[in-house]
C-alpha cells in the first residue's frame, strides 16, 4: 500500500515537473525548437511501437525452442519505451529512451521478477539435524513415575525423522527390523 502511494505521487506531480523541464528547455535553445524536440520524440515514439509489431511473427518463429519469456520481454520494454516516447514531454522521453538499453532491461526485468516473489516472512523454517540427533518419536526414554497420558483416540505409529543425507525412512526401517 506504502509503494503505491508514491505511484501515484509521482504520476501526479509527473505534470509538473514535465512543464518545468520543457520550460527550461525553451528558454535555453527556444520555444520552437523545444517544440520541434518534442515533435521528433513522439514521431520516433510511434515509429518504434510501429516497428516493435512487425517483427513479432519471425521472432516467434526463431524462439520455438527458446524461453517464452527471453523473447516476449524485450518486446514489451520496446512497447513501453515507444508509448514514453510518444507521450509529450522530454522527462518520459529520457525514461523511454533508458528502457531501449539491454542491460537496464535485464535489470529492471530481475527486479521485477524479485519483487513477484514470495514474500520473506512466510517462508517455513527448516531445521537440518546431524544424523545423531534423530530418533523414532515412539521410542522416548519411560522414566520416573509419569503415567501415559490417556486418550480416546488410537494410538498413532511411530514416525521416523531422517536426515536429508543419510537416505530416505523406507531404508533405515528396512535396517532397524
Do not use: Y
Not at 6 to 27: D, Q, S
Not at 111 to 123: C, D, F, I, V, Y
Not at 144 to 170: F, K, Q
Amino acid at each position: 500500500m506504502f509503494r503505491v502511494r508514491w505511484v501515484l505521487a509521482g504520476l501526479l506531480l509527473l505534470p509538473i515537473a514535465e512543464l518545468a523541464v520543457f520550460l527550461a528547455l525553451a528558454a535555453a535553445i527556444g520555444v520552437l525548437s523545444a517544440l520541434g524536440l518534442m515533435l521528433a520524440t513522439s514521431l520516433a515514439g510511434a515509429a518504434l511501437i510501429r516497428g516493435a509489431g512487425g517483427g513479432t511473427r519471425p521472432r516467434f518463429r526463431a524462439s520455438a525452442g527458446a524461453d517464452a519469456l527471453d523473447v516476449q520481454v524485450p518486446g514489451g520494454f520496446t512497447v513501453l519505451a515507444g508509448i514514453l516516447l510518444l507521450v509529450p514531454g522530454f522527462l518520459t522521453d529520457v525514461a523511454g529512451i533508458l528502457l531501449l538499453i539491454p542491460a537496464l532491461q535485464r535489470r529492471l526485468l530481475a527486479m521485477l521478477l524479485r519483487g513477484l516473489r514470495e514474500p520473506r516472512g512466510n517462508k517455513a523454517s527448516v531445521v537440518e539435524l546431524d544424523p545423531d540427533q534423530w530418533r523414532r518419536v515412539g521410542d522416548e526414554p519411560a522414566g520416573g513415575n509419569r503415567e501415559p497420558a490417556r486418550h480416546s483416540c488410537p494410538p498413532a505409529p511411530a514416525v521416523l525423522a531422517t536426515p536429508p543425507d543419510s537416505g530416505g525412512s523406507a531404508s533405515r526401517v528396512k535396517e532397524d527390523q
